[in-house]
């Protein structure tokens, strides 16, 4: 189905979102159709965030909001569905689309199969009536499907529809660049060879496989790694759990801007607890780059002043190399807590793999080598 048919079919005003790249082609829409537009548009930071923006749009325009998410994000809008949409508090309608991942039967990475098993049980559980849209969905199907969903929203309740891989298609592409020079990859490889031995939490997403495969190039254990593959957001945490029961080692996290924003109440949490040993580097290219290149705020705001802000003891940015190997060896020797946000380009090599190893291989193996360290 051409996507422009879904968009028709819905008849809605405002669409805001978190990006998925089985969304790829409503995202690539949106952004041609609208780019970044408050009134029409909004990327945000998380799921649960872009929910209630909704119903504020609700609140002061009286029509009936889009949020388009990844499955993934179910999990955070459980609390503004339930106690703010639902029909027994406000009452406010919302219509979501959502990129099934891991939908049973369909290959997908680990991290996605469970999610996708509990995809429509999820939505059932909040009340929420869905209708899954494929390949072979028409568009004389979905018209009679939203004539039904419409009663439900004049109603003031919830509709969704949830998008199997490959069931939407848009024929524009759209090209995502910023102007900044260094690449992601070789950031990485920058990070590995000063970190030697430490461990590392890497955030979900290209970092993660990239950080994968340079330890594969070299030869290296992936012992010293803990991948992230899931759990948007939430690699800081993971760091400081790790930093605050290793306090002699030197824990290094590598964040992504759109995981910083999606949580950015971790980086008051880690401020708070100022863990000495604890190294947040933010690989900043202003973009959800893995989900396919639409833009974050990132680029639009202050990332090391909301650091020194939330207590970091040193907080930097950097665009070049040079500066950047400065200041990992200044991080690697110092005895604070340390945040350095790393300006980065656009892009990934097209024949990235992922890693071969399992998640739960890769947790046995690096727990394995952090009960060497103290």
């Known amino acids: 189905m051409k996507v422009q048919d879904l968009v028709s079919v819905i008849g809605a005003d405002f669409y805001t979102g978190v990006p998925d790249s089985q969304l790829k082609a409503l995202c690539d829409y949106l952004m041609n159709e609208y780019g970044i537009d408050s009134k029409r548009h909004v990327i945000a930071a998380n ?19 889009v949020v388009y998410m990844q499955n993934s994000g179910e ?53 929420i009536e869905s209708f899954v849209i494929g390949k072979e969905t028409t568009v004389e199907e979905l018209t009679a499907v939203m004539e039904d969903f419409r009663k439900v929203l004049d109603n003031g309740g919830n509709v969704a529809f949830v998008i199997r891989k490959g069931a939407l298609s848009y024929d524009e592409k759209v090209a995502y660049n910023n102007d900044n020079d260094m690449i992601r990859e070789d950031i990485i490889k920058h990070i590995a060879q000063v970190t030697g031995e430490d461990p590392i939490v890497s955030t979900t997403g290209k970092a993660s496989r990239e950080l994968f495969e340079i330890r594969e190039a070299k030869g290296q254990s992936h012992k010293y790694d803990f991948l992230t593959v899931g759990s948007m957001g939430h690699s800081s945490s993971i760091a400081l759990g790790v930093a605050l029961n290793k306090p002699e080692t030197k824990i290094w996290c590598v964040d992504g801007d759109g995981a910083v924003l999606m949580h950015m109440g971790a980086m008051a949490l880690v401020g708070a607890n100022k863990p000495s040993n604890l190294v947040h580097i933010v690989i900043n290219n202003g973009a959800h780059e893995t989900v396919g290149g639409m833009p974050t705020v990132a ?15 040193s907080a930097v940015s950097v665009s070049d190399f040079e500066s950047l190997d400065r200041e990992l060896n200044k991080a690697k020797a110092a005895k604070e807590l340390t ?13 990235l793999g992922r890693p071969t190893t399992t998640a739960r291989e890769n947790k046995e193996g690096f727990m394995a080598y952090l009960s060497t360290l103290s």
């Open 47 to 65: 799921e649960g965030n872009c929910t209630a923006l909704a119903a504020g749009y609700h609140l002061a325009t009286g029509k009936v909001p």
């Open 75 to 127: 999990g955070n809008i459980i609390n503004p569905v339930a106690s703010l949409l639902n029909d027994k508090v406000y009452s406010i309608p919302c219509v979501f689309i959502i990129g099934w991942r891991g939908e049973p039967g369909v290959h997908d990475e680990p991290q996605h199969i469970y999610q996708g098993e509990v995809t429509i049980k999820l939505l059932d559980d909040m009340g």
């Open 299 to 313: 680029a639009q705001i202050d990332m090391v002043s909301i650091a020194k802000a939330c207590g970091y003891c």
């Open 339 to 351: 945040f350095i946000e790393v300006k980065c380009s656009i892009g990934a090599r097209a024949d």
